[in-house]
């Protein structure tokens, strides 16, 4: 065994299809040719960004290690093994920052655990993105994920959250899958308080980014277009 333990990068990737030195710093390209192994949550699209920021790197000369629900804990612990023998390693984002409402967690507690080094690099992030843009509060904010997807369930958790926030002076981040944005829009307008703060923010980083905050009396009046567009909601009662 080298004496020599490898570190583990937390490699951050694109919003969306745009070119990767636009929202990444050069350092994520120079890690990036530097490593052959990567934990990634789909190797297809892992294999593509990788192609996309090194175009010369030997693609049949990665080791790729899959981290997607099906993958067992007994397997992921397996994955670190190639730090413990010298070698660094990456873990690679679907979209935005490893381990923040992306998988990944688990591999970087495994990290700490065999006191291996976990270096994050600098990436795009929607959630801090949508807050940073917000106008809400950036001192006090907290993320809750996805909400129930059982729309009565769904409707408790809003009104929760409204009540949480004015009792925090907290604002309130979620996300939905693209294909159901349109119908949390819809429950956020018939449940939320007329004058509660809401902020819809859409394609982070994309040509076609919006972002936009307003009393939620005044979306009663909007469409937004939020159809398959990955979304952050942002909610705050004062």
Known sequence: MSDRIGNLYLIPTTLGDNEPLEV??????????????????????????????TPRKSQPGLKIYLLDKFTSELETRKYLDVCLKGTDIGLLSEAGVPAIADPGAGIVIQAHQKNIRVIPLVGPSSITMAMMSSGLNGQNFAFNGYLPIEKDKRKVVIKDLEKLSKQKSQSQIFIETPYRNEAMFADLKRVLTPSTLLCIATDISLKSENIKTLPVKEWKGRTPDLKKRPTIFIIHKS
């Open 24 to 53: 990444l710093p050069l350092s994520v390209k120079k890690v990036v040719e530097n490593l052959d192994h990567f934990i990634v949550e789909n190797e297809k699209s892992a294999r593509r960004f990788i192609k996309k920021i």
